[in-house]
């Protein structure tokens, strides 16, 4: 899980790459699941969202996949992640798109005013971190939890990429809070006779919770 002693490591890492892209512009830093899963994301996002919806990253990064939103004339655009240096680094990535926010904010520590609104929640590797984390049992209900409470009810979407976690398995976790939208095709591959996926990519709307009594 090399992506993943990425994120446990993520400050010494991100500093590493903002060095590497002050002495080299075109040196951006890893793309999490590669360009390919990141264009099939803001390919979904041109087709389905309009240009002025509030989108944030989860755990952005480099803040690539808001360079290429900021491209296709998004602009209402938001990136999170826990470690300072990669804010640093989308920050220096994304200079020429000031419009794009970058956040240092633990999505599982977020409370009041830090948690907001926004049409999109976009999550590439985030969850699959947490997941394999040593708390995961409590921080992936957690974290369900925080994108729930950020998503719009009304016509909000959490699209969500994952290479550890089938579609069916995603749906079944997500069940309680979410519904599916659309299933996004991707690679499939065979193996012993069974067929998988090289990533899944699943848009979910959210449901509205339902009060105790009702």
Same mark, same amino acid.
């Given at each position: 899980?090399?992506?993943? %002693?990425?994120?446990?490591?993520?400050? %010494?890492?991100?500093?590493?790459?903002?060095?590497?892209?002050?002495?080299?512009? %075109?040196?951006?830093?890893?793309?999490?699941?590669?360009? @390919?899963?990141?264009?099939?994301?803001?390919?979904?996002?041109? =087709?389905?969202?309009?240009?002025?919806?509030?989108?944030?990253?989860?755990?952005?990064?480099?803040?690539?996949?808001? *360079?290429?939103?900021?491209?296709?004339?998004?602009?209402?655009?938001?990136?999170?992640?826990?470690?300072?240096?990669?804010?640093?680094?989308? @920050?220096?990535?994304?200079? =020429?798109?000031?419009?794009? %926010?970058?956040?240092?904010?633990?999505?599982?520590?977020? /409370?009041? =005013?830090?948690?907001?609104?926004?049409?999109?929640?976009?999550?590439?590797?985030?969850?699959?971190?947490?997941?394999?984390?040593?708390?995961?049992? *409590?921080? @992936?209900?957690?974290?369900?939890?925080?994108?729930?409470? @950020?998503?719009?009810?009304?016509?909000?979407?959490?699209?969500?990429?994952?290479?550890?976690? /089938?579609?069916? =398995?995603?749906?079944?976790?997500?069940?309680?809070?979410?519904?599916?939208?659309?299933?996004?095709?991707?690679?499939?591959?065979?193996?012993?006779?069974?067929?998988?996926?090289?990533?899944?990519?699943?848009?979910?709307?959210? *449901?509205?919770?339902?009060?105790?009594?009702?």
């Amino acid at each position: 899980k090399q992506w993943y %002693q990425r994120r446990v490591r993520g400050d %010494q890492i991100y500093v590493k790459e903002l060095e590497n892209f002050k002495d080299n512009d %075109q040196d951006v830093g890893e793309i999490w699941f590669g360009e @390919r899963t990141e264009q099939k994301l803001v390919n979904w996002l041109v =087709e389905n969202v309009e240009k002025d919806k509030p989108i944030v990253d989860i755990g952005t990064g480099n803040g690539h996949l808001l *360079t290429l939103l900021a491209e296709e004339g998004f602009i209402n655009l938001t990136g999170i992640d826990y470690a300072a240096s990669s804010v640093s680094l989308a @920050r220096a990535v994304n200079s =020429e798109f000031p419009h794009i %926010q970058f956040l240092c904010q633990n999505v599982l520590e977020a /409370t009041g =005013e830090a948690v907001q609104r926004h049409h999109v929640c976009v999550d590439k590797g985030t969850y699959d971190a947490i997941s394999l984390s040593s708390s995961s049992a *409590t921080d @992936r209900i957690a974290y369900k939890n925080q994108i729930h409470s @950020r998503v719009n009810p009304e016509g909000g979407y959490f699209l969500l990429a994952s290479v550890n976690w /089938t579609v069916e =398995e995603l749906t079944n976790f997500y069940s309680d809070l979410f519904t599916v939208h659309q299933v996004l095709p991707c690679k499939q591959f065979t193996f012993g006779g069974v067929t998988g996926r090289d990533v899944s990519i699943v848009a979910f709307k959210p *449901t509205v919770r339902q009060l105790a009594g009702s």
